[in-house]
């Protein structure tokens, strides 16, 4: 897909520095990829505290019955 985004070139050529990336295309697809693993990890982090547990789970019971 084309699409025309204007972006700080000075941002853009420290991403290339740091990251080595051949092409500025790598460099905002590999930043998509970053940013999406980051809002799902955050998304995960919101759910501590949020699930019920049972307190007399023991998984150490589950690994010897193989």
Known sequence: MITNLEIDENLIK???EL????????????????Y???RKR???????GTIEYDD??????QRQSR
């Open 56 to 61: 007399d789970y023991d998984y150490k019971q």
């Open 36 to 38: 999406v693993q980051r």
């Open 19 to 34: 990251g080595s990336h051949p092409t500025k295309d790598a460099v905002v697809e590999e930043t998509l990829r970053e």
């Open 42 to 48: 955050l998304k995960i982090l919101e759910l501590f």
């Open 14 to 16: 420290e991403a290339l």
